[in-house]
């Protein structure tokens, strides 16, 4: 901990050192998930002003050895090279914190795109927060400390404004546009090629349909530096003898835990390195999740979504707990055990007659400003502050 001290205090300096230097107006650095996917809303935004504003220098951040597309320009994390170019950008795009030790030049215009609508409770209205290398105090501070940095924040629907707002106590602009990421469900003409590009890449058989289990991170899986423990909740076998004639099953975990997923079962993948989970969405016929936020993206697709909620009482009591009664709100079936699990895929046919009025308030509520035009509207704010 002490030589990371020494470093980041190093970096730091490095930083503040090129911040004399002039910006490049038209030189925009984006980032996704801490640089470990070329994904999300910042994608999004990033393809779009490809097409439409060519006169603009365009950086996606990524970490060393993460494959990107070969006609994305980018720059290894952590670098002098990124910290120079993060100085003299007018714009950072980002849907997650950057390190602590950056320093936002004064007319560096940051939009925080955010990877999420909330269920579980967020930074600074956590009570207890248990993850590795960190204390809730410090863990609330960096989070203030990060917010302050946001010239704009990007909102999904009221509910999260109103979290946002108070979780990362954010005094700045709140752009209540949609997720640049959900523009996808709503581009009707791309979804059999990129379903076709997701069966191609997991060798899925085109008879068969496809389930995408994604269930959220848990703070307290950490076993020490570096460790994370996991267990997958249901049996893959017991699903292979079940449903293996019917269905292929995605299993979609955290990149801390997805690596150590053990598939042997032959109608089961791990997709957990998938770069873009929207396209796992459009490939799914049906979604297994429990309290993860995919639950509001996947709900624009308008098709079935189960919650298997195993360990409900403990992660809602004692782990994090949650903005709003799930129990009431959730748009499908939650199920406590592998058999009830097993149960409703079998009735999965029928799953639209029986959840249709709780889908339809669930979509209302969450789904509220997503019509296909939101890296759109964050493209022109873009560019409004690069000419302003």
């Known amino acids: 901990m002490k030589r990371t001290g020494l470093i980041e205090r190093g970096l730091r300096t490095v930083m503040r050192v090129f911040t004399w230097l002039p910006q490049k107006r038209k030189r925009i650095l984006f980032e996704s998930f801490l640089g470990k996917q070329y994904s999300d809303s910042p994608r999004a935004i990033y393809e779009l002003m490809r097409a439409m504003h ?54 560096t215009f940051y939009l925080q795109t955010w990877h999420g609508t909330p269920l579980k409770k967020l930074a600074l209205d956590m009570d207890d927060v248990q993850m590795a290398n960190t204390t809730t ?23 999260s404004s109103s979290i946002f707002r108070r979780a990362f106590a954010f005094e700045g602009e709140m752009l209540e546009i949609g997720y640049p990421r959900n523009d996808i469900f709503y581009q009707e003409a791309r979804h059999a090629k990129i379903k076709e590009a997701v ?19 848990r703070d307290n899986a950490f076993e020490g530096q570096g460790k994370y423990s996991f267990e997958l909740p249901f049996s893959l076998n017991e699903f292979e003898k079940r449903f293996g004639d019917e269905y292929v099953l995605l299993v979609r975990m955290h990149y801390l835990v997805g ?24 490939a799914s016929d049906a979604l297994i999740t429990d309290y ?50 097993f ?13 249709a009025s ?31």
């Open 292 to 341: 993860s936020s995919v639950m509001f993206d996947f709900a624009h697709l308008s098709r079935p979504i189960l919650f298997y909620t195993y360990d409900l009482e403990h992660y809602r009591d004692q782990l994090r707990g949650f903005y709003f009664d799930f129990e009431q709100e959730a748009p499908g079936p939650l199920l406590s055990t592998e058999t009830a699990l």
């Open 54 to 107: 060519p006169e603009c220098e365009l950086i996606f951040s990524k970490q060393r050895g993460v494959a990107f597309p070969p006609n994305v320009k980018t720059v290894d994390r952590l670098t002098f090279r990124w910290i120079y170019l993060l100085a003299t950008s007018r714009v950072w795009v980002s849907n997650s914190r950057l390190p602590g030790w950056l320093i936002k030049p004064e007319k």
């Open 358 to 388: 709780a889908f339809r308030a669930f979509q209302e509520t969450y789904c509220q400003w997503d019509d296909g035009q939101a890296s759109e509207r964050a493209m022109k704010t873009i560019i409004k502050r690069i000419h302003g």
């Open 259 to 282: 690596s150590r997923l053990d598939v042997t079962a032959p109608s089961v993948r791990n997709t957990s390195d998938y770069p873009d989970i929207a396209e796992l969405y459009l």
């Open 199 to 217: 069966y191609r890449h997991y060798d899925i058989d085109h008879s068969k349909k496809v389930l995408l289990y994604a269930p959220t991170w």
């Open 137 to 159: 105090a410090r863990y609330k501070q960096g989070f203030k400390q990060e917010a302050a940095k946001w010239s704009s924040l990007v909102s999904p629907n009221a509910y």
């Open 343 to 355: 149960e409703e895929l079998d009735q999965l046919d029928d799953w639209h007659t029986r959840y």
